[in-house]
């Protein structure tokens, strides 16, 4: 069993920044891979990022140049540094363990999520 406990959304101006954390514990953390979904108000839940085992990544399209995923396997932890924030980031943000893939429904374990809101 893997649990993950997500942090650090919050509001932000548009343009701005902001990390969110994603601590896991259960499992043996560096042997698997863990990837970033969000959902907006009324919409469906998409892929942000991912990140393997080895470090090797992958964006969506919306978000490359803007977004980096990062992984301290001394740490048990995952990141996604949020630079150049837009309002249509707003959503709640999730991390999920252990695919390297862009479908949700092939992630086992998820965290409860954090709120991230940029306001123009």
């Known amino acids: 069993q893997v649990q993950l406990v997500e942090s650090g959304g919050g509001l932000v101006q548009a343009g701005g920044s902001l990390r969110l954390s994603c601590a896991a514990s259960?499992?043996?953390?560096?042997?698997?891979?863990m990837g970033w979904f969000r959902q907006a108000p009324g919409k469906e839940r998409e892929f942000v990022a991912t990140?393997?085992?080895?470090?090797?990544?992958y964006y969506a399209d919306s978000v490359k140049g803007r977004f980096t995923i990062s992984r301290d396997n001394g740490k048990n932890t995952v990141y996604l540094h949020m630079n150049s924030l837009k309002p249509e980031d707003t959503a709640v943000y999730y991390c999920?363990?252990?695919?390297?893939?862009?479908?949700?429904?092939?992630?086992?374990?998820w965290g409860q999520g954090t709120q991230v809101t940029v306001s123009t």
């Open positions: 259960g499992r043996t953390f560096s042997r698997y891979a």
């Open positions: 999920a363990a252990d695919r390297f893939s862009t479908r949700g429904d092939e992630y086992d374990y």
């Open positions: 990140i393997w085992s080895g470090g090797s990544t």
